[in-house]
């Protein structure tokens, strides 16, 4: 069975930084891609980062050259770096298996809040 | 950008009754797109991939139609456990691009 446990997230101030883990388990991670998929409160789903099994990434607009996307094979994790962290970043991150284009399982996600 | 546009936002349907969500993409995606269905407090689930092909699990009530521009979400008849948010995603264009989202509620 597929897991993914996301971790990391908490309360950061505009301007700070923050690093989300998601454990997998349960498939052989270095074979699927993997991304992150945001949440705003009350809000619809968005599309942040994937990154293929070769390791070529792809970043939506909106977070580009602050958001870095990044795994480690070995140890089964993705990560996200997240940097120069804005009040519309503020949202549920979840990790995501991507079959290869589609997302095929979720993690239960990890809440950025980003206040003063 | 593909902007993706679901409608109706929200949709009141009786239980057994048949619902039918809509999607529109901005430009073709062929048939690159998929459904996902979220309830209150939970994390997204894959439904349909390539605008018909049901996930592992998803029961057959559930069905996917369309092709370019136009799909369609189709739930045959309506469980309880089926009213929750459905969302259409396109996967032919970088970026990945979501509908807004259609809410099925109990009438």
């Known amino acids: 069975e597929v897991q993914l446990l996301e971790s990391g997230g908490g309360l950061v101030q505009p301007g700070g930084s923050l690093r989300l883990s998601c454990a997998a388990s349960g498939f052989t991670f270095s074979s699927y891609g993997m991304s992150w998929v945001r949440q705003a409160p009350g809000r619809g789903l968005e599309w942040v980062s994937t990154i293929s099994t070769t390791g070529s990434t792809f970043y939506a607009d909106s977070v580009k050259g602050r958001l870095t996307i990044s795994r480690d094979n070995s140890k089964n994790t993705l990560f996200l770096q997240m940097s120069s962290l804005r009040a519309e970043d503020t949202a549920v991150y979840y990790c995501?298996?991507?079959?290869?284009?589609?997302?095929?399982?979720w993690g239960l996600g990890t809440l950025v809040t980003v206040s003063s | 950008e593909i902007v993706m546009t679901q409608s109706p936002a929200t949709l009141s349907v009786s239980p057994g009754e048949r619902a039918t969500l809509s999607c529109r993409a901005s430009?073709?995606?062929?048939?690159?797109l998929a459904w996902y269905q979220q309830k209150p407090g939970q994390a997204p689930r894959l439904l349909m991939y390539g605008v018909s092909t049901r996930a592992t699990g998803i029961p057959a009530r559930f069905s996917g139609s369309g092709s370019g521009t136009e799909f369609t979400l189709t739930i045959s008849s309506l469980q309880s456990e089926d009213f929750a948010a459905y969302y259409c995603?396109?996967?032919?264009?970088?970026?990945?691009?979501f509908g807004q989202g259609t809410k099925v509620e109990i009438k």
């Open positions: 430009q073709s995606v062929s048939s690159n």
């Open positions: 995603q396109q996967y032919n264009n970088w970026p990945r691009t």
């Open positions: 995501a298996q991507t079959a290869p284009f589609y997302f095929d399982s």
